[in-house]
C-alpha cells in the first residue's frame, strides 16, 4: 500500500525557520503533483504549495517569498522549507501526492494524504 509520511513539525519563534518532508512509499510507478496544505483550528484546508513533477511550483499569496517547496524524485520525497515564520503560519500540515502505486491486485491513480504534523508559531 502506497503510504505518505511526514516529519519535521515542531514549535519555532516568529522569524524563525522549519523544513518539513514528506516520503511516499509503497510500490510506486509515478508521481505527479505532490504539495503541502494546512489546517488551523476552525479553518479550513488550504493548499500552502504545490510542485508537478517537472518542478513546476505553485505558492499561496500568504507564503509567497518566504516559503520553498521543492523534490526529489530519486526519494519520493517533498520538503518545504518555511523561513520567516509567522504565528498566522501556525497549523497542522498535510502532505498531498497524485500517485500511480500498486492497490489491491491492480495499479491505480489515487490521491493520497499524509497522516499530518504540527507547525507552532509562538514566542
Known amino acids: 500500500q502506497v503510504q505518505l509520511v511526514e516529519s519535521g513539525g515542531g514549535l519555532v519563534q516568529p522569524g524563525g525557520s522549519l523544513r518539513l518532508s514528506c516520503a511516499a512509499s509503497g510500490t510506486i510507478y509515478t508521481i505527479y503533483t505532490m504539495g503541502w496544505y494546512r489546517q488551523a483550528p476552525g479553518k479550513q484546508r488550504e493548499l500552502v504549495a504545490a510542485i508537478t513533477s517537472g518542478g513546476s511550483t505553485n505558492y499561496a499569496d500568504s507564503v509567497k517569498g518566504r516559503f520553498t517547496i521543492s523534490r526529489d524524485n530519486a526519494k519520493n520525497t517533498v520538503y518545504l522549507q518555511m523561513n520567516s515564520l509567522k504565528p498566522e503560519d501556525t497549523a497542522v500540515y498535510y502532505c498531498?501526492?497524485?500517485?500511480?502505486?500498486?492497490?489491491?491486485?491492480?495499479?491505480?491513480?489515487?490521491?493520497?494524504w499524509g497522516q499530518g504534523t504540527q507547525v507552532t508559531v509562538s514566542s
Open positions: 498531498n501526492a497524485d500517485i500511480i502505486g500498486l492497490r489491491v491486485g491492480a495499479p491505480g491513480r489515487d490521491d493520497y
